[in-house]
């Protein structure tokens, strides 16, 4: 490889996307999200998967819960607050949808509305 071949490699355009975290969240919820509307469409045949998903839905939140619980977490004060009572009814309505209580349609909604959010805050940096 001559000179310029390398400096071509080394300077040209990358292929990757870079990946901020405001993407990766809205990644992690996009496919949670429909991970949860997939298995709540396959009704009982699909409670399987749907226990899976609302198990991964949990866990993000108790993520996010325990961000926003960190004093160093820059976010307002309110914000945290309102995030982290969302962790607490997702996994109370969590419980709901497993004893077949209740739908995980409210939870999609959810997550729905943090990824545009999401979306809003990343097209105002």
Avoid: C
């Avoid at 399987?48 to 993520?63: E, F, G, P």
């Amino acid at each position: 490889m001559n000179a310029i071949q390398r400096a071509k490699s080394a300077y040209g355009t990358t292929r990757e996307t870079i990946r901020t975290p405001k993407s990766i969240e809205f990644e992690a919820f996009a496919r949670i999200s429909h991970s949860l509307k997939s298995a709540e469409e396959k009704g009982k045949k699909g409670f399987n998967s749907l226990v899976q998903a609302l198990d991964t839905n949990r866990k993000l939140w108790t993520i996010l819960a325990a961000d926003v619980a960190e004093e160093k977490n820059p976010l307002p004060q309110e914000l945290k607050a309102r995030i982290f009572y969302l962790a607490e009814f997702t996994n109370l309505h969590t419980r709901k949808v497993l004893k077949r209580e209740a739908s995980a349609q409210v939870l999609i909604e959810i997550n729905m509305s943090i990824m545009r959010g999401l979306k809003a805050g990343a097209a105002n940096q």
